[in-house]
């Protein structure tokens, strides 16, 4: 937690864009309470919370990352992975520092452990004038945890639904109910939500009850968000068949056996050294969630792999081919498969690029 010690130390001074109110805390004593994520934070007057991206001014809690872009791009919707919404249309990205979890494998150490010191600011307006510049059809808040962000996410996803632009959250999914209620209600469509690995595994490895993650799936569900679900298979962590039968099992019951679950591929990084996960480990785990009666499991991080594609669940028919994020053809833009007109569940297929 070196990172967030130096965070810390280099708090923002008050006039800084970065520095904006928080919006979801409460007294606690003589301390206040964050109510963004499940952590739940107390914290003192002058510290910061376990992300470090929020601090108790003076009685008051404010986020120190309000706009502080750590990178931003336009990315296909499948890189999130989202592969049932808006398939093939293109989301402007931005991530921001810091995370809630403490994964030491993370993907994306880059900016999720890093010294939040970005210097880039941006306006919720200028992203979104900038994703229609691009002609982009959605937006994302992604990279690192975008709770952490939801100040701003809020915001920008106002101004997105204003501009026709779709709103979509790549997650661990450990917000608050309070601020998931909040996101629905400025307009978030999609969810990628990452279920890490069973219970053991996520409170070792993350320091977190994947209970909260698992309510706030079906939360998300119910508040109308599409969901989709990311298992990275990880060699030792979360590469147990019982917990992935669990995690599929789970999906199947409380989700729907429509939701799409990606099991996907590992590489080492940050402090984590075990050996890219096998692809055949993939394949058992894409098997395990089709014995559990999931209709579309996806093997992902392997370029080029049979099942990037989407298969209708009654005629066997491809419907979506997919070569990495890079390359999709939607061979059916009706939402039904064109041999059996079997309904494929999700959001946009028939959506046009216009320009
Ligand atoms: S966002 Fe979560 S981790 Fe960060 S201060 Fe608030 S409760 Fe703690």
């Known amino acids: 937690m070196k990172f967030f010690a130096r965070l810390r130390k280099q708090s923002p001074p008050e006039e800084s864009p970065f520095v904006r109110p928080a919006l979801l805390y409460e007294p606690a004593g003589s301390k206040i309470r964050c109510l963004t994520c499940e952590r739940r934070c107390v914290i003192a007057p002058g510290e910061t919370g376990w992300c470090g991206t929020r601090q108790n001014r003076n009685g008051q809690l404010v986020t120190l990352t309000y706009g502080m872009a750590s990178m931003v791009s336009a990315n296909p919707i499948e890189k999130k992975p989202l592969y049932h919404f808006y398939p093939g249309s293109k989301a402007l990205t931005i991530g921001s520092y810091s995370c809630n979890f403490a994964c030491p494998w993370c993907q994306n150490y880059t900016s999720s452990k890093q010294l939040a010191v970005g210097e880039v600011f941006y306006a919720p307006e200028d992203f979104i004038a900038e994703a229609r510049e691009q002609y982009c059809q959605g937006v994302s808040i992604s990279f690192n945890e975008p709770t952490l962000s939801l100040e701003w996410s809020l915001e920008a996803f106002c101004l997105a639904h204003q501009a026709g632009l779709y709103n979509t959250f790549v997650t661990n999914g450990y917000m608050t109910e309070a601020a998931l209620y909040r996101l629905a209600q400025a307009g978030l469509d999609a969810m990628n939500v990452d279920v890490k690995g069973g219970p053991k595994a996520v409170r070792a490895f993350c320091d977190a009850d994947v209970e909260v993650v698992w309510r706030n799936l079906r939360l998300a569900q119910g508040l109308g968000i599409w969901i989709e679900v990311t298992t990275l298979v990880i060699p030792t962590v979360s590469d147990d068949p019982g917990d992935l039968s669990l995690i599929a099992g789970r999906i199947s ?89 079997t309904p494929i569940p999700g959001v946009g297929w028939d959506w046009k690029e216009s320009r």
């Open 253 to 341: 019951r409380e989700l729907g056996n429509h939701v799409p679950w990606h099991v996907t591929r590992y590489f080492p990084a940050y402090e984590f050294d075990e050996p890219p996960t096998p692809v055949l480990t993939l394949e058992q785990a894409r098997s395990i969630g089709q014995e559990m009666d999931l209709q579309y499991v996806y093997v992902g991080n392997v370029p080029g792999h049979r099942a990037e594609n989407t298969f209708c669940p009654n005629c066997g028919k491809m419907l979506l081919q997919r070569w990495g994020a890079e390359r999709v053809e939607n061979l059916s833009q009706t939402g039904k498969c064109p041999a059996c007109s």
